[in-house]
T-cell receptor, first 107, second 114 residues
Framework: RKEVEQDPGPFNVPEGATVAFNCTYS??????FFWYRQDCRKEPKLLMS???SGNEDGRFTAQLNRASQYISLLIRDSKLSDSATYLC????????FGAGTRLTVKP | NAGVTQTPKFQVLKTGQSMTLQCAQD?????MSWYRQDPGMGLRLIHY???????DQGEVPNGYNVSRSTTEDFPLRLLSAAPSQTSVYFC?????????????FGPGTRLTVL
């Protein structure tokens, strides 16, 4: 089983839609969690950290469920510019990345 | 600040050739790392360093060497290139590894081994 697993998608949604991604992790000792965003052929960039109590940044909401060992990312009111691949990241002793979920937002 | 820089951006090698991928950062970060990204596999950690003079292996270290003589530079050496090393390589740095420390990535090096 992979340490960090994501649905690869693609998720194709219309502008204005709400979309959610999940990411599961296998190691219960995982300490920190992040969502990164990667545009086509570019480097990953931090989207947001995931706090134990859940956190929100504008249209983006991240949740952590330690009991079920997954994190989630919710995007509300999707924009064309949200089209990208979203990478789930888990830190144990080093950073472990999921393979990413591809999102395409269409007009 | 330039952030994290990588050279070259593209490289084609023949099987058996050696080369060094360069990575530098100007943010005085202690933690630096190298990843490779392959389709459907996500980013996999090759080697990392928690400070000058200290390096350690990541998930996929075979075929690669690193050294960290200065805080700024963290070169990755391919000893004898193989087609399986065809990939996109990203260098990253952060203040430290752990909670809420953002990793900054370089633009990547696209390597093809024939």
């Amino acid at each position: 089983r992979k340490e960090v697993e994501q649905d690869p998608g693609p998720f194709n949604v219309p502008e204005g839609a709400t979309v959610a991604f999940n990411c599961t992790y296998s190691n219960s000792a995982s300490q920190s969690f992040f969502w990164y965003r990667q545009d086509c052929r570019k480097e990953p960039k931090l989207l947001m950290s995931v706090y134990s109590s859940g956190n929100e940044d504008g249209r983006f909401t991240a949740q952590l469920n330690r009991a079920s060992q997954y994190i989630s990312l919710l995007i509300r009111d999707s924009k064309l510019s949200d089209s990208a691949t979203y990478l789930c990241v888990v830190i144990i002793n080093d950073m472990r990345f999921g393979a990413g979920t591809r999102l395409t937002v269409k007009p | 600040n330039a952030g994290v820089t990588q050279t070259p951006k593209f490289q084609v090698l023949k099987t058996g050739q050696s080369m060094t991928l360069q990575c530098a950062q100007d943010m005085n970060h202690e933690y630096m790392s190298w990843y490779r990204q392959d389709p459907g596999m996500g980013l996999r950690l090759i080697h990392y360093s928690v400070g000058a003079g200290i390096t350690d292996q990541g998930e996929v270290p075979n075929g690669y060497n690193v050294s960290r003589s200065t805080t700024e530079d963290f070169p990755l050496r391919l000893l004898s290139a193989a087609p399986s090393q065809t990939s996109v390589y990203f260098c990253a740095s952060s203040y430290s590894i752990g909670s809420y420390n953002e990793q900054f990535f370089g633009p990547g090096t696209r390597l093809t081994v024939l």
